[in-house]
């Protein structure tokens, strides 16, 4: 059994995505490529924030 195929999910591929989806932290991105019915690569991007956002702040009242 091919432990990456998307119509049998395999414990290994959970893990697999997990792993990734763990290492993301708060902001990021996780991609998984298909090739014939397997998964091929999984990819994740880990964002870093340089700002804080103001946004959603509560506007102090006079």
Do not use: P
């Amino acid at each position: 059994m091919d432990q990456y195929s998307v119509r049998r999910i395999s414990q290994r591929l959970i893990s697999d995505i997990s792993l990734a989806l763990q290492s993301v932290g708060n902001f990021g991105s996780v991609e998984i490529y298909i090739q014939k019915g397997s998964v091929s690569q999984i990819t994740y991007r880990r964002i870093i924030k340089t700002l804080k956002s103001d946004r959603g702040a509560k506007v102090a009242q006079k």
